[in-house]
């Protein structure tokens, strides 16, 4: 997973916590985040449900600057040597929203999503779906690239936990 702020001094921005899996959003105005994963390790005719996973940090006390402006998700099938992080590519775009405030469901497009709160206190957000022929063996040389972008409008965002992208067979 690739956490690209706009400075160099990535520690002034992203905690990474005990576990080097996760990392702390402290406070950043661009939120770039970007994970990749072979398809070569999927199985064969499955349908695999791609979501961002995070919570809101507890220390932090609260969620900020996501309330009322979405986040952009993509996922797209790369090749290996050259893994698209091109933004004029075109890949699909969704909207969704990490924070959940009362006001913000009023004033949102119909196809805007939500987090759904999962059993073991994290929240996730089902970015999309991406299906597995019969010959996997043709995808060797492939990558999932999933995306999660706000740069459009640069406010200040903090508090979540970000675990990263997961995948799950959905069939």
């Given at each position: 997973?690739?956490?690209l ?27 770039d985040?970007?994970g ?7 199985s ?7 979501y961002?996973?995070?919570k809101e ?6 969620c900020?600057g996501?309330?009322?402006t979405p ?7 790369a ?16 909207n969704?929203y990490?924070?959940?405030?009362s006001?913000?469901?009023?004033a949102?497009?119909?196809?805007d999503?939500?987090?759904a709160?999962?059993?073991?206190g ?13 010959n996997?063996?043709?995808n060797?040389r ?15 965002k ?6 990263g ?5 959905l069939?």
């Amino acid at each position: 997973m690739f956490l690209l702020p706009p400075q160099s001094h990535v520690h002034l921005y992203w905690e990474v916590g005990m576990f080097p899996e996760v990392a702390s959003l402290i406070t950043v105005c661009w939120l770039d985040i970007i994970g990749n994963f072979h398809t070569k390790y999927l199985s064969p005719n499955t349908t695999y449900g791609v979501y961002f996973v995070y919570k809101e940090h507890p220390a932090i006390g609260r969620c900020y600057g996501f309330e009322r402006t979405p986040v952009e998700a993509s996922v797209i099938e790369a090749n290996e040597e050259d893994p698209s992080t091109d933004d004029n590519n075109g890949p699909p775009v969704k909207n969704f929203y990490l924070k959940v405030a009362s006001y913000s469901r009023a004033a949102t497009r119909s196809d805007d999503q939500w987090p759904a709160q999962r059993n073991d206190g994290w929240l996730e957000v089902e970015m999309s779906k991406y299906r597995v022929g019969e010959n996997n063996g043709s995808n060797e040389r492939k990558v999932l690239e999933m995306r999660i972008k706000q740069t459009k409008q640069l406010i200040w965002k903090s508090g979540i936990i970000v675990y990263g992208f997961e995948l799950r067979p959905l069939d």
